[in-house]
């Protein structure tokens, strides 16, 4: 069993940075590909990141690309998400998820463990 804990969010204004931990406990997440996604108020959860077991190889979505940066140090069994202009439509809460098999996915149904979440807003 994996638990995942995010932290790092807030409120900040258009332009601004922020960068979000996901801390995870329980075991290793070395083994684990890591993601990143969000839900904003009334829509659907959506990808943001993902980083493989390795860390070698990264997927982004479109819209945060160049502005987002995801990493892990598997030392500190900790991932992260580097948020650089962040606009309005950014505001969500921000969820970390862990992956068994170590390959990045863009599909929230291939993850296996789930962080609360950490609500990032973005003031204009």
């Known amino acids: 069993q994996v638990q995942l804990v995010e932290s790092g969010g807030g409120l900040v204004q258009t332009g601004g940075s922020l960068r979000l931990s996901c801390a995870a406990s329980?075991?290793?997440?070395?083994?684990?590909?890591m993601g990143w996604f969000r839900q904003a108020l009334i829509k659907e959860r959506e990808f943001v990141a993902a980083?493989?077991?390795?860390?070698?190889?990264?997927l982004t979505l479109d819209a945060v690309k160049g502005r987002f940066t995801i990493s892990r140090d598997n030392a500190k069994n900790t991932v992260y998400l580097q948020m650089n202009s962040l606009k309005p439509e950014d505001t969500a809460v921000y969820y970390c998820?862990?992956?068994?098999?170590?390959?990045?996915?863009?599909?929230?149904?291939?993850?296996?463990?789930w962080g609360q979440g950490t609500q990032v807003t973005v003031s204009s």
């Open positions: 329980g075991r290793t997440v070395s083994p684990y590909a």
């Open positions: 980083i493989d077991r390795s860390g070698g190889f990264t």
């Open positions: 998820a862990a992956r068994s098999g170590g390959y990045a996915s863009r599909d929230s149904r291939n993850y296996d463990y």
